[in-house]
Every structure is written in structure tokens, then in C-alpha cells.
T-cell receptor, first 113, second 116 residues
Framework: AQSVTQPDIHITVSEGASLELRCNYS??????LFWYVQSPGQGLQLLLK??????LVQGIKGFEAEFKRSQSSFNLRKPSVHWSDAAEYFC???????????FGKGTMLLVSP | EADIYQTPRYLVIGTGKKITLECSQT?????MYWYQQDPGMELHLIHY???????EKGDLSSESTVSRIRTEHFPLTLESARPSHTSQYLC???????????????FGPGTRLTVL
């Protein structure tokens, strides 16, 4: 079975600073990887996804993520954080042969002025 | 515009009442899902469906039930609401298949349920 670990429960970043949110997965073959963002009281919005090919994927709102097979990681990055990026971020993994996604527990991003 | 809708967005109800949370999508997706999420917590899959007349239980045991009579509609019902059912309920959908697109889920805005 696949699993997802988001090691950071909370992260605080100054506005304008760079951001990296960590995600590690456990799965034997190439997984399908996703990052979602959730604002308070809202559903999840898909930021980006990785299936195969180029290991650096671009998403919406200026986010990108890099798949590193050797580290079993799929970290989310943004070069300059805006106050509106404050939200909960979820990493998720899926795989052929499995019907559903496995979500991490989420990382809460706080943006300080 | 293709989308996924949930109604109501907020519901406050007394113990023992029967409730139905509605979820509809206009994306033509075959697979649909229900998640339960406590504030600031992780998502727990409680039900999913591969298509009409298909329903499966998820990872988290739930007293709720679901039905799938139409492709676009996946309602969740609680026969007798209790305070322990207080939570946010999220509906999602995806294509059918085995590839990455079949795992790409699109979420509705959620229903926040409070049972007094």
C-alpha cells in the first residue's frame, strides 16, 4: 500500500520569501503525485500533478514541484510567497492498481508580513 | 463551465434528524468520492463509486450511506444525525480508468455539518 508523509505540520514564511513544502511517499513503482491547496472552509483545489516524464512540473499560482525518485520525494516550491498563499497544502499519491488517492496529513502555511 | 457542486454549504441540525448532503458534477466523471474532514485535520475517505449503481466503503467506517442512481449525482445520507457526525464533508470526482487522469480528483466546496 502507498503512504504519504508531510513532515511539517506548520510552516511560517515571510511574504516575498521562497517556500518549500516537503512530501515523501512510499510506493514501489512510479506513483501519480498531486499537490492540493485548501483555503479555510473550502474544498481542495488542484495545484499540480505528476504522472511521468519531466520531473519538474509547473502548476497554477506560480507553484512548481520536483519529483525525485531517489529520495521518494515530491516537494512543492514557490520562489516568492504572497499573503494569499496562506492555506493548508496536501500532498497525495495514487498508483495503478489502486482505486483511490492517499493523502498526507497536510501542512499549514502561515505568511507573515 | 464544468464543475462540482455541494449543497448545502452549511447545515446546523438537531440530534436524531435525517439529513442528505447533495453532490453533483457536470464534468461527466464516472468516479465520485465522499471524504470526511475535521477542522485542520487530514481527509478520510468514507465512500466512493465507480459509476451508476456502484458504491464502495472507504477507509474510515461511517454511519452514512450513499447512492448513485445518476452519473452526475452522489448524495450522502445520515439516517439519524449525532453530535459525533459534526465535521466537514467533501465530495470529489474523477475519470474512470487506471492512469494518472483517473486518479486526478476534483473537489467541491464542501458542506460543514454541525449536529447539536
Amino acid at each position: 500500500a502507498q503512504s504519504v508523509t508531510q513532515p511539517d505540520i506548520h510552516i511560517t514564511v515571510s511574504e516575498g520569501a521562497s517556500l518549500e513544502l516537503r512530501c515523501n511517499y512510499s510506493y514501489g513503482a512510479t506513483p501519480y503525485l498531486f499537490w492540493y491547496v485548501q483555503s479555510p472552509g473550502q474544498g481542495l483545489q488542484l495545484l499540480l500533478k505528476y504522472f511521468s516524464g519531466d520531473t519538474l512540473v509547473q502548476g497554477i499560482k506560480g507553484f512548481e514541484a520536483e519529483f525525485k525518485r531517489s529520495q521518494s520525494s515530491f516537494n512543492l516550491r514557490k520562489p516568492s510567497v504572497h499573503w494569499s498563499d496562506a492555506a493548508e497544502y496536501f500532498c497525495a499519491v495514487g498508483a495503478a492498481g489502486y482505486s483511490t488517492l492517499t493523502f498526507g496529513k497536510g501542512t499549514m502555511l502561515l505568511v507573515s508580513p | 463551465e464544468a464543475d462540482i457542486y455541494q449543497t448545502p454549504r452549511y447545515l446546523v441540525i438537531g440530534t436524531g434528524k435525517k439529513i442528505t448532503l447533495e453532490c453533483s458534477q457536470t464534468m461527466g466523471h464516472d468516479k465520485m468520492y465522499w471524504y470526511q474532514q475535521d477542522p485542520g485535520m487530514e481527509l478520510h475517505l468514507i465512500h466512493y463509486s465507480y459509476g451508476v449503481n456502484s458504491t464502495e466503503k472507504g477507509d474510515l467506517s461511517s454511519e452514512s450511506t450513499v447512492s448513485r442512481i445518476r452519473t452526475e449525482h452522489f448524495p450522502l445520507t445520515l439516517e439519524s444525525a449525532r453530535p459525533s457526525h459534526t465535521s466537514q464533508y467533501l465530495c470529489a470526482s474523477s475519470e474512470l480508468g487506471t492512469g494518472g487522469l483517473a486518479h486526478t480528483q476534483y473537489f467541491g466546496p464542501g458542506t460543514r455539518l454541525t449536529v447539536l
